[in-house]
């Protein structure tokens, strides 16, 4: 019987080390070559997506550029992306998670109101200034939101995944077909409300 517990209670110790580790998993070669290429150079671990942002226009609408395993295929397997976040006045990023990743957000230019909420409820808000940095943990709903109605904001977010996801809380709650009198009693309104939200969020023809 003592034995059996001890059994146990090794399983469940390495059950929670590796949920401590959960993650990108590792990866026994130098990197991962996609099944479709022979060979690999140099051009296969450049990316050369971000040069759209040297002397272009600023964006009207906050605008993403990532740089994830899905638009640059070397960082399968090297647990690391980025992403640029671009605010012109007055725009936010939405409340959203990332599953497999905390996000590490480096202001660059601008101001930003950042904030997360964490599995007790209790918000963390923090004003940033440009040379800022701000953590977001792993899997827990954040924002951010450029308040300045004349200045534009830029910042570099670092990933420690090569695909850490997104799931932005109002396209998941309202876009994706949740019935409404579900969505209702939920935040305790009616269906027409969920159905105005559902509408703001419809693509502009």
Known sequence: MA????????????????????????????FIVPSNLSMVDG????????????????????????????????????????????????TTNPPHTHPRSAELLFLIDGSLQVGFVDTTNKLFTQTLQAGDMFIFPKGLVHFQYNPDAQNPALAVSAFGSANAGTASLPNTLFTTGIDDTILAKAFKTDAATIEALKAGLAPKP
Do not use: C, H, W
């Open 43 to 90: 051009n296969f671990f450049t990316f050369t997506g971000m040069r759209a942002l040297i002397g272009a226009a600023p964006p009207s609408a906050f605008k993403v550029l990532k740089a994830s395993m899905v638009e640059f295929p070397a960082l399968n397997g090297q647990s690391v992306s980025y992403a640029i976040l671009q605010f012109p006045s007055g």
């Open 3 to 30: 034995s059996q517990k001890l059994f146990f209670l090794l399983l469940s110790s390495l059950a929670i080390v590796q949920m401590a580790l959960a993650g990108d998993p590792d990866i026994i070669s130098d």
